[in-house]
């Protein structure tokens, strides 16, 4: 099936098999390796790109599925050279190890900052709380780090939500 | 991954109509899209109705409706739910993650498939997947599985957080097929697996959920609790989403009581709500409910440890909820 879909603000066509998932679109087919294969199960976070701005995970979509969709992925997120302030601020605060949760870890949390509402552990559910650690923690749990660097990604993260 | 023919509905008798034997609706996919990974679901074809005009929530006199394609994330952040709903947007902002949320529709939650590990596992036998091959969960690992209303078939467990507060609250479903529309009452959609463990509601082939309908809220404060492994990102081990109203004597003017991960279905709790209508609001009374309701449990060795937990968890919700 041939479909359109519009990555990093390019409009890219390409004939695919319904099989196919954006993750294996992006990475396998448009040559976008940012986007990472943890679990291809939903349990890991790894693969999160925004669609039509909002974090999703590419490895359950269908890219059949995303077709006309804006699609943004790590490698979107800076303009030219200048790094998206997450960026700068995961680079600062030294959150990450090896590096493989975090494009998904980046790509969440661009999406979580313009998400409305409260969240689980909210405790009134009529007000919008704040993003203190604890509701950071729990609006990031779709993503996960082995290498534990969980301490400073709240901590990049906390920075850019003041 | 079989392949499959993929086609996207634009309205829901289109969907209706485009459904034969082997089709399946697709949702958000955030559980069908793994369940056909897995090799556990094999469409010969796809209908999307994820881009259907049915995502919008709207109040009708008294009652909210729901669009089947509203968004879990969106449904949770609408400030009507929030404000007079909050069993609902609590349950709902508690399943899955931000990233799920995003996506999964409302239909699409309410038919997710339980996570029962031999169901998913295509090498070895289930009845639910493959009737007449056998439950190697009975003797194998049960542990997170049901307590109540299980056969000798099945002991799955119903996994979404949402239709165990749709269930307290007494929510409809409706829906529409080949035979035309209908409302299902909540508990009502789910069934017991009995002997036909393959099918998890009573849906009958090619029907689509359209809405989810809410009556006006039950008075009295309201809460969602769920008790899992880890503080966030898992499936309940037991739910409970509770609406209590003691009235200026002390005595218990009305309650509803839901549970998740104990059944089949999502379980209402009616022997315990009749236990204490007209009673006091004192812990004692709360015991003497849950006990009266967990007669029925019927746990096996590796999950029995569910009884005395739910036992706490509903004395301590609905101790929470008076004070
Ligand atoms: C890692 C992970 C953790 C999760 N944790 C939780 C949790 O803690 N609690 C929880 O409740 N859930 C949890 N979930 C499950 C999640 O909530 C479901 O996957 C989601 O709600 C399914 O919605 P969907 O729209 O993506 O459905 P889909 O995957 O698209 O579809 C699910 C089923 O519904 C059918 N369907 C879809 N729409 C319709 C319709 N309109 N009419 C008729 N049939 C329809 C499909 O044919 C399919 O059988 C988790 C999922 C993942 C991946
Ligand atoms: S409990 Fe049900 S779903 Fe799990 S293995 Fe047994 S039959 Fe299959
Ligand atoms: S690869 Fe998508 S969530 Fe793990
Ligand atoms: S930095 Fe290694 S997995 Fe997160």
Known sequence: ?162 | MKTFDYARADSAAEAVRDHAPGTMYLGGGTNLVDLMRLGVAEPDRLVDVSRLPLDRIEQAGDRVRIGATVRNSDLAADPGIRARYPMLARAVLTGASGQVRNVATVAGNLLQRTRCAYFQDVTRPCNKRRPGSGCPAIAGDHTNLAIMGASEACVATHPSDMAVALTALGAEVHVTGTGGDRVIPMPGLHRLPGDEPERDTVLEPGELIVAVELPPPPPGAMVYRKVRERASFAFALVSIAAALDVGADGTVAGCRIALGGLAHVPWRAERAEQALLGGPATGEAFLRAAEAELEQASPLPRNAYKVPLTRNLIVSTLEGLAS
Do not use: W
């Open chain 1, 1 to 162: 099936m041939e479909i359109t879909l519009q990555v990093n603000g390019k409009a890219r066509t390409v004939d695919v098999d319904p099989r196919i998932s954006l993750l294996d679109l992006l990475r396998e087919r448009l040559g976008l390796i940012g986007a990472k294969k943890g679990c291809d199960h939903g349990q890991c976070g790894a693969c999160t790109v925004l669609l039509d701005g909002r974090r999703a995970l590419s490895c359950l979509a269908l890219a059949v599925a995303v077709e006309g969709r804006a699609v943004t992925t790590v490698e979107g997120l800076a303009s030219g050279d200048d790094l998206h302030p997450l960026q700068a601020a995961f680079i600062e605060h030294d959150a990450f190890q090896c590096g493989y949760c975090t494009p998904g870890q980046l790509c969440s949390a661009a999406g979580m900052l313009d998400e409305p509402g409260p969240s689980a552990v909210t405790e009134d559910l009529r007000t919008d709380p704040g993003l203190t650690p604890d509701e950071i923690r729990e609006r990031m749990s779709g993503n996960l780090c082995r290498c534990g660097a969980y301490v400073n990604i709240v901590s990049a993260i906390s920075e850019v939500a003041r």
